[in-house]
């Protein structure tokens, strides 16, 4: 980790742990579910994965996160330690909530953007043992407009290629005002109604769909 600042404050200790870039985004992503290595990469994108590795060996070596190995199988937990910090990242996302201001177009990101929708579905408020749901949108850059999330009753994938099944419903959206909805500066009837988002499908579909999703970015934004 990075070097002392040669105070005995807490904080100041913590922060030998936490300053370095991405270990406290990569502690979001352990606290929000994701174990292995693919996920976490998923969930981080923009850092490359030897950075990754690196830090995964860190927090390991400090205590936070455990190594689990069966067989092929290698995840990454947290430990009692690494939970403890749950509190310490819902505080801080509701706190950039309030207080960042808005999003630069750099901070738009639809592959991020989807992987954190997929992992939050409601499948109690969905009608339907499965739908695929296609995001279309419509300023993003080329080669990543195109998405589906096909959502069973056993699990929810993500992909940016055709994965060959009938689409359900198609929501046609500004990214930047889909990342809004998701962060909780803006509602789905505003969307709708501005035509920023569009929802096509049946009607049962275009009427539920907003429910699917739940937001704790929106929760802790109070949205």
């Known amino acids: 980790m990075g070097s002392s600042y040669r105070q005995f404050c807490p904080v100041a200790k913590a922060m030998e742990l936490f300053d ?6 990569l502690v979001r992503e352990l606290v929000l579910g994701s174990e292995r290595f693919n996920d976490l ?36 937990v ?7 910090l749950e509190a310490v ?26 992987w954190d929708m997929h992992r939050n579905v409601d499948r109690s408020a969905i009608p339907l043992e499965q739908v695929v749901v296609r995001f279309a949108f419509t300023d993003a850059p080329l080669g990543s407009r195109s998405w589906w999330l096909v959502i069973t009753a056993d699990e929810v994938d993500v992909c940016d290629l055709d994965p060959g099944f009938d689409v359900s419903v198609e929501v046609t959206a500004d990214l930047r005002a889909l990342t809004e909805i998701w962060r909780g500066e803006q509602r789905w009837p505003d969307a709708l109604r501005s035509g920023t988002v569009v929802i096509d499908g049946p009607v049962m579909l275009r009427r539920t769909l907003p429910g699917w999703f739940v937001s704790p970015l929106a929760a802790k934004s109070g949205g």
Not at 20 to 25: A, D, F, G, K, V
Not at 78 to 84: F, V
Not at 92 to 111: F, I, V
């Open 20 to 25: 370095e870039r991405w270990t406290l985004l």
């Open 41 to 76: 990469r998923r969930g981080l994108p923009r850092m490359s994965p030897s950075l990754l590795s690196t830090r995964l060996h860190q927090l390991t070596a400090a205590g936070i996160v455990q190594r689990v190995t069966d067989g092929r199988d290698i995840r990454y």
């Open 78 to 84: 947290l430990t009692p330690a690494g939970r403890d």
């Open 89 to 114: 990242v819902e505080t801080l996302g509701a706190w950039g909530s309030r207080w960042t201001g808005r999003l630069g177009d750099e901070d738009l990101d639809p592959k991020l953007l989807m």
